[in-house]
């Protein structure tokens, strides 16, 4: 199985913070790489699928870059309804897997 | 819009069996694949296995951790999804999310995911 890890586990951010958030598969996926977002008592929700598109309806401030096996989730400008974890998950190979998750929080 | 609705959640005791339903609208859903993913209480998420669609023979992929135990289903005439699970322990404790697939370049990404379903095996 292909492992996923992300960097950091946890990160204390201010309002208006620049964000980056690492994952870093254990072999090559090529772009298939998608980042969810996951509020307090909620689903997940996609933000960036194929290593940098935006789902439809996600505002920019989230981008998305990286191939291979190295991938970065970035929020440009931190807001409070952006303090969520957030998941990567590769979908090159089966079983389908996931990044342990960022917690972002104030 | 897109709308997933997971139902059939709920208590089961160890060796039990349970059937997750997922209805889906506002997209041609004989399109699509269709996932699930579950997520344990305070844990990570985990993929449980895909539905492809009826231009790939409704063919289905499961982890390991549920392979034989587990099987994915599809009624396109009731736009809906179905996690028939057999068997279960309780580490399958967790809730259950039924997500849609999207493509590009013939290549399948999560896009939409309901808003799950709790099942607790206890006994």
């Known amino acids: 199985d292909i492992q996923m890890s992300q960097s950091p586990s946890s990160l204390s951010v201010s309002v208006g913070d620049r964000v980056t958030i690492t994952c870093r598969a254990s072999?090559?996926?090529?772009?298939?790489l998608a980042w969810f977002q996951q509020t307090p008592g909620k689903a997940p929700k996609s933000l960036i699928y194929a290593a940098s598109r935006l789902q439809s309806g996600v505002p920019s401030k989230f981008s998305g870059s990286g191939y291979g096996t190295d991938f970065t989730l970035t929020i440009s400008s931190l807001q409070p309804e952006d303090l969520a974890i957030y998941y990567c998950q590769q979908y090159y190979a089966y079983p389908f897997t996931f990044g342990g998750g960022t917690k972002v929080e104030i | 819009e897109v709308q997933l609705v997971e139902s059939g959640g709920g208590l089961v005791q160890p060796g039990g069996s349970l059937r997750l339903s997922c209805a889906a609208s506002g997209f041609t859903f004989s399109d699509h694949y269709m996932d699930w993913v579950r997520q344990a209480p305070g844990k990570g998420l985990e993929w449980v296995g895909r539905s492809r669609n009826k231009a790939n023979s409704y063919t289905a992929q499961y982890a390991a951790s549920v392979r034989g135990r587990f099987t994915i289903s599809r009624d396109d005439s009731k736009n809906s999804v179905y996690l028939q699970m057999n068997s279960l322990k309780t580490e399958d404790t967790a809730v259950y999310y039924c997500?849609?697939?999207?493509?590009?370049?013939?290549?399948?990404?999560?896009?939409?995911w309901g808003q799950g379903t709790l099942v607790a095996v206890s006994s």
């Open positions: 997500v849609r697939d999207g493509e590009l370049s013939g290549v399948y990404y999560f896009d939409y």
């Open positions: 072999q090559g996926i090529n772009n298939n």
